[in-house]
């Protein structure tokens, strides 16, 4: 029997490398695992704190105008080992970045 799905906006794989920074710090790399309209999964070795606010930029393409780039919060942490995967709510994203994300998410479906 399937489990039913109750998020608002469905998930796309994206295996992509990012960028997460917490205000005012140094970037460090994370892998995106999945994205949706409202959040992101990620991986890494950095440990976060639960609801820790953090940056994050999407590097879609080549160009610079090939990312987007939103606010988050941890919703959630998963551990394995060295390996943290954490669910990201986004809160704050601009419009330029928001087309861009849908944009992306439109060439994974």
Known sequence: MQKEERREHPRFTISQAIEVQFPKETMFDAVGIDISEKGIMIETAR???????IYILVQTGEEEH???????????????????T???QITDIDNGSRLAMKLFIRHRK
């Open 47 to 53: 440990n976060l704190d639960p609801t820790a606010k």
């Open 66 to 84: 090939d990312q987007f780039y939103f606010d988050g919060v941890v919703a959630w942490k998963k551990t394995a080992g060295k390996k943290h």
């Open 86 to 88: 954490y669910g990201i």
